[in-house]
């Protein structure tokens, strides 16, 4: 029962560091809250500038312009279609359409040509097709999914104004829960396993406390071994971890996350062993550091690394550095908590069952396993044969 003296001293030395408790339990809340606020606060309009050329024709005494017609039918369709986010703006010059594009006041020119009218209603075997044009930045997403929703719309028109149908049909079938996940929950799963990463902290200092402090010394003489050691100190960040856990999904909850009824025993015992794969790496890491100071300023470029080359903060796909069957290891996947993620992702978002994530569970355990065991033998050496 050594363990359990070295979880019970540990434990009340992490309450009494409350600093440290408070900063690693309230980041990930944090980042869930500033991700909130960063895509309510995002543009999800898009400035089309329409520019109409149609000269139209005479029909019967009457003038026909489908340029005019066009321009009205997309300013209603663009009101009436709330969820497409398009503001149509008329100029007449091309010149101040572009310096508009330049300027990033607009995203989009779509330019009707002074044919339009005269070739829907000329004979299709005689008459030259009309040429549309779009300007803009195509490397830009704002231009793209603007001009895409544009031709659209004009799809729509001409098959209202001419009576032609398309020979063919479109339908969607989303992949699971693809369709009902706003852009916040998709950022979800990677926030609450960063809630498990932000624990690298706690778990180094909670380590390197004892050497610096020369407590180990006394540890060693009642036998105690590596294992009952960092057995005693794991149990303490995983009480850690799970109030971070628990406390960033009551967060994201609050902000609009559903949780899919059935899948919190999954998204727990993930996080679970994520913990135990932090925990791992901060050992192999705090046994390169001599005090509790070396880690607060070493800790941040690992955990940078960590939020940033997971998926945690955003979706990232290294290369791809060999295949186990159909399963692809990428360049992140040394890091274990791209694991967690891509299997958090597999069942809360594409709606996928747990079984499906075997490779990606097992790839985790694995790094958990070499972590911890390069962490005990740097640990023994540098820190257990001196004490």
Known sequence: MKWYSVFIKSLKEQIRDYWILLIVILLAPFFIFVYYLMIKS?????DIILINRDKG???MGTKANLGDSLVIYLEEGSQQLADLALRFHVLDNRDEAIAALKDEKADATFVIPDNFTASVFADPVKSNPSTFELIGNISDIQYIIGAVFTQELFNRFLE???????PVNFTETKLGYSGERSTFEL?????????IIMMMFSASAAIVREPEIQTLKRLKLTNLTSLEFLTGISLVQIIVAALSLI???VTAVSLGYKIIPGTLWFLIFVAFLTSLSIIAFSLLFAAFCRSIKDVAIIATFPMLIFMFFTGAAMPVKGGTLFHIGSYEFTLAGILS????????NKVLLLGLPPVRTIPDITALMILTVIYFVLGVWVFKRRHMRIA
């Open 42 to 46: 995002e543009n999800p309009e898009y």
């Open 57 to 59: 024709v005479s029909l």
């Open 160 to 166: 209202e104004k001419t009576g032609f149908k398309m």
């Open 187 to 195: 950022y979800v799963p990677g926030m609450l396993i960063l809630a």
């Open 247 to 249: 406390l960033a999904l």
């Open 337 to 344: 908590p791209t694991h967690a993620i891509n299997a958090l």
